[in-house]
């Protein structure tokens, strides 16, 4: 079992920063990749960015790239995730999930994490 606790969110302003955190507890062999999607009021989760635990391998959605940075802080189990010049439609509850097998390719869909956090809500105002 892993267990995802989300925390930073809050409201900014458009071109401001943000910095969300994840607190990862629990088995370590069970954390193959580490992502961050978002849902935004009446929308689907969508995909952000996410990486292998190992930092390997990384993708991030085309909308985050050059302005969202993914890290990972092992001695602290924490995930980071640095958004930079945000935009009012990066609005959304931001989750943290982790999925447990080994794949290929970096994962970009939500059905194929198995843990995730509470989310954390971020509002970005014109």
């Known amino acids: 079992q892993v267990q995802l606790v989300e925390s930073g969110g809050g409201l900014v302003q458009a071109g401001g920063s943000l910095r969300l955190s994840c607190a990862a507890s629990?088995?370590?062999?069970?954390?193959?990749?580490v992502g961050w999607f978002r849902q935004a009021p009446g929308k689907e989760r969508e995909f952000v960015v996410a990486?292998?635990?190992?930092?390997?391998?990384?993708k991030y959605a085309d909308s985050v790239k050059g302005r969202f940075t993914i890290s990972i802080d092992y001695v602290k189990n924490m995930v980071y995730l640095q958004m930079n010049s945000l935009k009012p439609e990066d609005t959304a509850v931001y989750y943290c999930?982790?999925?447990?097998?080994?794949?290929?390719?970096?994962?970009?869909?939500?059905?194929?994490?198995?843990?995730w956090g509470q989310g954390t809500q971020v509002t970005v105002s014109s």
């Open positions: 990486c292998t635990w190992s930092g390997g391998i990384t």
């Open positions: 999930a982790v999925r447990r097998q080994a794949s290929l390719v970096v994962m970009t869909t939500s059905d194929e994490y198995d843990y």
């Open positions: 629990g088995r370590t062999s069970s954390r193959y990749a």
